[in-house]
């Protein structure tokens, strides 16, 4: 799985890699021939007194040196710029497919999941990438190399290679072994890290309101000694890498030098015992290296499981084979026996929703909580797909619209308005990026918060925080509102738009945009009487099912639902429609 997701997105960088590969293989090369210059200044050199070679000798290991440095250093340079930029791929790959899921997909996974994997996990496969490039690369090279050159310089005492290097290779894949599924837990802790402070962060008014602070500190401790549990479990085995390699790599330096001592005395040349020595122990300590790199290994392939996970799927909406292109953009809207059922739900949300409505009308959904209003609306602009019937937006089936024209055509303002941090001017712009400074104060006016934006320092440049929260919940529900007129759709779903609204500021309101509004179809969710009364049809849900509809006047009479609904009315409210 790590190699697949490697191979994918390493491919658009294969002509960098063979560039470091190249200067990889000078490097290696480098620092396998100055053993052999160092051999030869100790016999030539050294024991014969040649002073002149030695310079000379020296001059090329300096120039050798250069070139190891030079090519080190351009090596490292393609390295971290390829395993950067196939994280910046892999990261964008994510965040676009977290983007195509819908709402249940990612509700699956878990935000604070989906925030793990785009960072943590992807950052743990580019330290393998980088690593792999600057330690284990050349290590091959450096290690065959190493041998065959030791074999050259002395057969018997090469022998010793048949020990030390399988000792080394069992111990650093006893070791990957056991870290493996530690690093997989380790990841799945963050995920529980991130959604608890994710929660409490989000929560903390509602943790202060109810006097909360110490459990939720208690709470968040355990999930944190939780994760350090985690990772002391792994650093103990990493800490146990670098002890247990020195240890091999040490003893295997005096076993060359007590044997080595043995061949010197039997004729061999004191620069070979040298010679043989570095080569030692640059096989070893290249082996040492590819083992720091391989103890990461692990959790990289955790991480690039969870990686995959998100990558492999696939969303619940499905997108059209052939969409759509173009529509009479007229704003007719047409539910022809809607159902909808939630996966592993029981019962249907809405079973049998049959309702039409066409250009320049108001139609007003109502009904109790649970009825099924909300998941209605969200059907139109297709953020879940009926599991019967069909929704018609200008004649077509919304699953068949391009999905970039069916959010041209149809506007939603959800319940909960979720600004995005920025300024209001790019909060507005949101729906529609062209828009003129002036369209932007036209959508204010008639949302009624054009006096507040003026009064917030900056204008439309006022800053805003994330969701909103440097305002308040009326003034998010008006930009919320503003932001849809913007986009100038020929349908608008209003969820409970008002709820945070004063009547006076929602009279004003409902009057600008049914001014505003005149051409457009437009469908609102509503529990305030006055605001559905001038409606030109009220649809009234009941446990998922249509039980009623026509106008106000007509609904006092013949339904004993929507009767009982105006009578729970505030009587001033009750007054005003």
């Given at each position: 799985?790590l190699?697949?997701?490697?191979?994918?997105?390493?491919?658009?960088y294969?002509?960098?890699?063979?560039?470091?590969?190249?200067?990889?293989?000078?490097?290696?090369?480098?620092?396998?021939?100055?053993?052999?210059?160092?051999?030869?200044?100790?016999?030539?050199?050294?024991?014969?007194?040649d002073?002149?070679?030695?310079?000379?000798?020296?001059?090329?290991?300096?120039?050798?040196?250069?070139?190891?440095?030079?090519?080190?250093?351009?090596?490292?340079?393609?390295?971290?710029?390829?395993?950067?930029?196939?994280?910046?791929?892999l990261?964008?790959?994510?965040?676009?497919?977290?983007?195509r899921?819908?709402?249940?997909?990612?509700?699956?996974?878990?935000?604070?999941?989906?925030?793990?994997?785009?960072?943590?996990?992807?950052q743990?496969?580019?330290?393998?990438?980088?690593?792999?490039?600057?330690?284990?690369?050349?290590?091959?090279?450096?290690?065959?190399?190493g041998?065959?050159?030791?074999?050259?310089?002395?057969?018997?005492?090469?022998a010793?290679?048949?020990?030390?290097?399988?000792?080394?290779?069992?111990?650093?894949?006893?070791?990957?072994?056991?870290?493996?599924?530690?690093?997989?837990?380790?990841?799945?802790?963050?995920?529980?890290?991130?959604?608890?402070?994710?929660?409490?962060?989000?929560?903390?008014?509602?943790?202060?309101?109810?006097?909360?602070?110490?459990?939720?500190?208690?709470?968040?401790?355990?999930?944190?000694?939780?994760?350090?549990?985690?990772?002391?479990?792994?650093?103990?085995?990493?800490?146990m890498?670098?002890?247990?390699?020195?240890?091999v790599?040490?003893?295997?330096?005096?076993?060359?030098?007590?044997?080595?001592?043995?061949?010197?005395?039997?004729?061999?040349?004191?620069?070979?015992l040298?010679?043989?020595?570095?080569?030692?122990?640059?096989?070893?300590?290249?082996?040492?290296?590819?083992?720091?790199?391989?103890?990461?290994?692990?959790?990289?392939?955790?991480?690039?499981?969870?990686?995959?996970?998100?990558?492999?799927?696939?969303s619940?909406?499905?997108?059209?084979?052939?969409?759509?292109?173009?529509?009479?953009?007229?704003?007719?809207?047409?539910?022809?026996?809607?159902?909808?059922?939630?996966?592993?739900?029981?019962?249907?949300?809405?079973?049998?929703?049959?309702?039409?409505?066409?250009?320049?009308?108001?139609?007003?959904?109502?009904?109790?909580?649970?009825?099924?209003k909300?998941?209605?609306?969200?059907?139109?602009?297709?953020?879940?797909?009926?599991?019967?019937?069909?929704?018609?937006?200008?004649?077509?089936?919304?699953?068949?619209?391009?999905?970039?024209?069916?959010c041209?055509?149809?506007?939603?303002?959800?319940?909960?308005?979720?600004?995005?941090?920025?300024?209001?001017?790019?909060?507005?712009?949101?729906?529609?990026?062209?828009?003129?400074?002036?369209?932007?104060?036209?959508?204010?006016?008639?949302?009624?918060?054009?006096?507040?934006?003026?009064?917030?320092?900056?204008?439309?440049?006022?800053?805003?925080?994330?969701?909103?929260?440097?305002?308040?919940?009326?003034?998010?529900?008006?930009?919320?509102?503003?932001?849809?007129?913007?986009?100038?759709?020929?349908?608008?779903?209003?969820?409970?738009?008002?709820?945070?609204?004063?009547?006076?500021?929602?009279?004003?309101?409902?009057?600008?945009?049914?001014?505003?509004?005149?051409?457009?179809?437009v469908?609102?969710?509503?529990?305030?009487?006055?605001?559905?009364?001038?409606?030109?049809?009220?649809?009234?849900?009941?446990?998922?099912?249509?039980?009623?509809?026509?106008?106000?006047?007509?609904?006092?009479?013949?339904?004993?639902?929507?009767?009982?609904?105006?009578l729970?009315?505030?009587?001033?409210?009750?007054?005003?429609?």
């Amino acid at each position: 799985m790590l190699i697949r997701l490697l191979r994918r997105y390493l491919a658009p960088y294969r002509r960098q890699i063979g560039a470091l590969a190249g200067l990889q293989l000078v490097q290696a090369l480098a620092a396998l021939y100055l053993p052999t210059l160092n051999a030869a200044i100790v016999d030539t050199g050294v024991l014969r007194g040649d002073t002149g070679y030695i310079l000379r000798a020296g001059a090329v290991m300096l120039a050798v040196t250069a070139v190891q440095v030079a090519s080190t250093a351009g090596a490292v340079f393609l390295a971290a710029r390829t395993a950067m930029a196939a994280g910046r791929d892999l990261r964008a790959d994510i965040f676009g497919q977290v983007l195509r899921l819908s709402a249940r997909d990612v509700g699956r996974f878990g935000a604070p999941s989906l925030i793990t994997r785009t960072t943590n996990d992807v950052q743990q496969v580019q330290m393998l990438t980088l690593l792999t490039f600057t330690l284990l690369l050349p290590a091959p090279v450096i290690c065959l190399g190493g041998v065959l050159l030791a074999v050259r310089l002395d057969l018997p005492l090469s022998a010793l290679l048949l020990v030390i290097v399988p000792v080394l290779v069992v111990l650093v894949l006893v070791l990957m072994r056991r870290l493996q599924p530690l690093y997989l837990v380790m990841q799945e802790r963050i995920d529980t890290v991130n959604r608890v402070l994710r929660e409490q962060i989000m929560g903390t008014r509602v943790i202060r309101a109810f006097v909360r602070d110490r459990r939720e500190r208690a709470r968040f401790a355990a999930a944190s000694a939780d994760l350090m549990g985690s990772g002391v479990g792994t650093g103990k085995l990493m800490a146990m890498i670098s002890p247990a390699v020195m240890i091999v790599i040490n003893v295997s330096c005096v076993a060359v030098l007590w044997f080595g001592g043995h061949r010197v005395a039997d004729g061999m040349p004191v620069g070979d015992l040298i010679a043989f020595l570095s080569y030692l122990m640059q096989i070893l300590i290249a082996a040492m290296m590819a083992t720091f790199m391989l103890a990461t290994a692990p959790r990289a392939q955790a991480s690039a499981g969870r990686i995959t996970e998100v990558l492999a799927a696939r969303s619940s909406l499905a997108p059209p084979d052939a969409p759509a292109a173009t529509l009479p953009r007229s704003g007719r809207l047409e539910l022809r026996e809607v159902s909808f059922r939630y996966p592993g739900a029981e019962d249907d949300v809405l079973n049998g929703i049959t309702m039409a409505a066409g250009p320049g009308t108001l139609t007003a959904i109502v009904g109790g909580t649970g009825a099924g209003k909300t998941t209605l609306l969200g059907l139109i602009p297709r953020l879940a797909d009926v599991t019967g019937g069909t929704v018609l937006v200008d004649g077509a089936d919304v699953r068949t619209v391009d999905p970039a024209l069916l959010c041209r055509t149809v506007a939603l303002v959800p319940q909960r308005a979720y600004l995005f941090s920025g300024t209001v001017a790019t909060n507005l712009r949101f729906a529609r990026p062209d828009a003129a400074d002036s369209e932007l104060w036209h959508a204010l006016e008639v949302a009624q918060a054009a006096d507040f934006v003026r009064a917030m320092p900056g204008g439309l440049d006022a800053p805003i925080g994330p969701g909103g929260g440097n305002i308040s919940g009326g003034q998010r529900q008006r930009l919320a509102i503003a932001r849809a007129l913007v986009a100038r759709p020929q349908i608008y779903l209003f969820d409970d738009v008002f709820a945070a609204l004063d009547y006076r500021t929602e009279a004003a309101l409902r009057a600008a945009l049914s001014s505003e509004l005149g051409r457009a179809t437009v469908l609102l969710v509503s529990q305030r009487v006055a605001a559905i009364t001038a409606a030109d049809q009220i649809v009234v849900l009941d446990g998922g099912r249509v039980v009623a509809h026509g106008s106000h006047q007509e609904l006092l009479t013949a339904s004993e639902t929507y009767r009982q609904l105006v009578l729970s009315q505030p009587t001033a409210e009750r007054a005003v429609a």
